[in-house]
């Protein structure tokens, strides 16, 4: 057995050259690889082609084969276990597991027959103890692990680092862990002291460094360190922006800086962040807004106001949503029922729009990158911030765009894509590609489909035995691939 999975680890390498078609040059690695099937009667057998050419980089020899996540490597199965390979086609994990879960921090959860445990992304597995029940993946180099129902953590050399003393635990985060004992929350260090004693109320979310958190019923700041940096005495605190928060104290609202000294004393009846030198407050029933040093500069006039996003903000105003710039004018009149802030980076901002039934998307100077003219706007993304994008439906059309608003796929696709490679511009459904006019791709590559004994092929004859000489080199006992170069042989002779 060993020796076998050796020979197909060389053949799995070796094969990416054989696709190239000429004077041995190797098959175009792009950083779009997609997984595609072809058909036969043995069953169905993956490969990974580059979606914009059709061109073959992986050779389908896999019983199944899974996206490329962001580290470059993929699972794929073979002989019903899985293994992972590169874009060359190379295993850097043998295929013998049952189960592997995708890559975090460096490292896959594995499980075989008779074990379970983490392989690192050269395949160097590390056994869990016999002891552990469940575990979690890793990041920052531990992972939680459950013994006797609690919680603990394991490091990357199997060992526990933190005695499971806890009901539950989350993943660490600059060092630190949030976990749990009698439903009261606390935060752990890497060396298993505990930073802040379980006793807040909700688990905090850090913001520029701090967490506003809540212990027995008083909000105060705590540091990235752990420690509260501002003691729990507020009756309701937000985040720190531009270096200031609000917080309640006597049922009004005012800011502290990061000592906890109030900068702005408590006087409003609601509060928003600051961004730069301007936050949202409200003085009895309306909305207004304040510079740092607390003076109204934007006179309280608005039903609601949100926080500053670049150079506009939303208002609310009989009703409506409008925008207002930095001076308190108004930029866009108040006619949109809803408005909501998607994405804030610098020149990246864009805002989702409704009114009477329709959506657009408008960016931060105020103008639309697409009109009020849309059924459904959705943002999407799979599994990687860096592939989020935008869909829009009209007419029960789909379309794609990217975060800037720039169009990748235009909106004549018949229904949401399965997957979307922004770079190529290229939408998958189910097992169809689609160009950036929204187009079909012609299947200009080998896509056998059994019929019993008919089939069709949509890549010259050369190029796809080719490609399955190549996966019956990678397996020699793959029956798909050699009844696949029967009927090809068949139909050279005709």
Known sequence: MEKFVISLLLTACLSVGMMAGSKGKNAEIREDLHPYAVKTPGGQRYGYIVPQTGVWVIPPSFEQALPFEANGLAKVMQDGKFGVIDKKGCFVVKPVYQMISPFQDGMAMVQTEQDWGFIDERGAFIAMPGTVESGQLFKEGLAGIQINGQWGFLNRKGQIAVPAAFDSVHEFENGLAAVVINNKWGYVNKEGNLTITPDLD???????????????????????VGSWAVEPRFEAALGFFSGLAAVKENGKWGFIDSTGSLVIEPQFDGAGSFEQDLAPVKLGAQWGYINRQGQ?????????????????AQVVSQGRWGFINRLGKMKIPPQYEDVRLWNSQPGQMLYWISSGGKYGLMDGNGLFLLPLVFDEIKQLNF???????????????????????????????WRLPDAVYLASKIAVIYEDFYGADGAKIQQHYANLTASGYRFQLNLQYEAALSAFRAAQQINPQDQAASWAINQLLLQLKQ
Do not use: T
């Open 202 to 224: 909700a688990k905090p979310s850090f913001y520029n460094g701090y967490a506003a958190a809540s212990q027995n019923g008083r909000w105060g700041y705590l540091s990235e």
């Open 296 to 312: 109204v500069v934007i006179a309280p006039q608005f039903e609601r106001a949100a926080v500053f996003s670049g150079k506009l």
């Open 383 to 413: 599994k990687n911030p860096d592939l989020e994008y935008i869909a829009v439906c009209r007419e029960q059309k789909y379309g794609i765009l990217n975060m800037r608003g720039e169009w990748i796929i235009q909106p004549v696709l």
